[in-house]
């Protein structure tokens, strides 16, 4: 039986009401919650403020409860269906509780019953579209589709949020309150010193963004560098940095696949930075084969990248970030990684988890970016500035509780069973 729909304060009565009861067993009690008519649950006057859940139309709320699932609710938000004030990391609870819940039949026709209640109240999508990616998955043309939908965005919308180098990885802090400047400054040496660079040596990034690596490779390590991507815009951005700076008879980058590199044991040193959670896994021994093909013997191979815990792994599906940021993401558990590098030939020599670092640069770049809000809206519009928000304090939720973690490999190409490597990594720590 359809239940009689009304508007105006009652059907602001009937939202809460819903919500309340959703919410029931939710705690911590450290938000609270506005609806379109002003009304206002506070959850726990004790209790800090964390952030506000602010309900723009009651669409929303049927958006919760009828289409439940980590897109639907994604969108409701970079569309303004609702909104976050203060914290959207501290909201992730509540999302994870809401998709969690199991009603009793009862308990379930009566939330149908409130729901056909409430006025059907759709607003229009505007702006940032989901991408739907051509061709056959992790093809050098489908790749080149996705990374353009994320990169070419506009690089003075990543310059609001990332620091002055532009490094779009995980930085390496040694406390938590120092700043994301110095922090990316020591990952990109630390990269450096793991690798062990020397002078006049031929070093790759794959995948290398905005060129900052390379770029440090070459002026604090006398190395010959190249980098490539698939985005445009990127590698002219950092081709400009490179001849500021007067490196260019040493150092350039190239808009070129990995798998479109024919030059064997070429390269001394190897890194990807970020990059090998968009290979996928059936194409995880490809890409490990070519990049042994390309080092030298005795070279090393820094592999840097996400990596789900291994029960998340098994029960992926096309999520909020898949449709809207990284299209064709794929990251899989630091076993799968190793084995199928082991199986291309390398020897591991050292692995290290840097996911508290994550969670870290992560919040920096949302506070960053929430400062320069005008701007980023000015440089794209207001959804794909929402899609970056919620996106990195999504990430910031699953670095700190676990659900991703963050891993540096370093990979061995042996020369007839020597890895000419030191005895100890003391060099690293200096």
């Not at 501290?90 to 999302?95: C, G």
């Not at 799968?336 to 996911?355: P, Q, Y």
Request: charged residues 30%; proline residues 4%; positive net charge.
């Amino acid at each position: 039986m359809r239940g009689k729909r009304t508007t105006g304060d009652h059907a602001a009565k009937i939202g809460m009401t819903i919500l309340q009861f959703l919410l029931k067993d939710y705690h911590p009690r450290d938000f609270s919650i506005r609806l379109w008519d002003g009304s206002v649950w506070n959850t726990d006057k004790d209790e800090p403020r964390r952030f506000s859940l602010v309900i723009h139309h009651p669409e929303a709320i049927r958006t919760m409860l009828t289409r439940p699932g980590e897109r639907s609710l994604g969108e409701a938000y970079i569309y303004n269906d609702f909104d976050i004030e203060g914290s959207l990391e501290h909201a992730f609870p509540i999302a994870e509780h809401l998709l969690r819940l199991r009603l009793r039949i009862a308990d379930r026709l009566r939330l149908a019953t409130l729901l056909l209640r409430l006025p059907s109240t759709k607003s229009p999508r505007s702006g940032r579209q989901a991408l739907k990616p051509r061709g056959d998955l992790h093809s050098i043309e489908r790749d080149r589709e996705v990374v353009t939908y994320h990169y070419d965005t506009s690089s003075d919308f990543f310059a609001l949020y990332l620091d002055k180098q532009m490094v779009y990885s995980s930085a390496y802090f040694t406390s938590p309150d120092e700043d994301l400047g110095s922090a990316q400054e020591r990952k990109l040496d630390y990269i450096c010193r793991k690798l062990r660079l020397r002078p006049g040596e031929r070093f790759l990034d794959i995948g290398c963004g905005w060129g900052a690596l390379i770029i440090h490779a070459t002026q604090q390590y006398g190395v010959f560098s190249l980098g490539i991507t698939l985005s445009e815009p990127q590698a002219k951005l950092a081709n400009e940095r490179i001849q500021k700076r007067g490196l260019g008879d040493r150092c350039r980058v190239e808009v070129r696949d990995y798998r479109q590199i024919d030059s064997p044991s070429s390269f001394d040193k190897m890194a990807s930075i970020g990059m090998v959670e968009h290979v996928g896994e059936r194409k995880l021994p490809e890409y490990f084969n070519q990049a042994w093909r390309l080092l030298r013997p005795g070279g090393v191979f820094l592999n840097h990248g996400i990596a789900y815990r291994r029960e998340e792994s098994t029960h992926r599906h096309r999520s909020f970030s898949q449709a809207y940021v990284f299209p064709d993401g794929d990251p899989v558990s630091i076993d799968i990684c190793t084995r199928i590098a082991e199986d291309a030939g390398f020897e591991l020599r050292d692995v290290e988890s840097l996911r508290e670092h994550y969670a870290l640069t992560l919040r920096h770049w949302v506070r960053r970016l929430e400062s320069h809000h005008a701007e980023a809206v000015r440089a794209t519009d207001e959804a794909t500035y929402r899609v970056w928000r919620l996106f990195m304090s999504a990430s910031a939720h699953a670095f700190e509780t676990g659900r991703y973690s963050i891993y540096q490999s370093l990979l061995s190409k042996p020369n007839r069973g020597r890895s000419e490597l030191p005895l100890t990594r003391a060099d690293w720590y200096r």
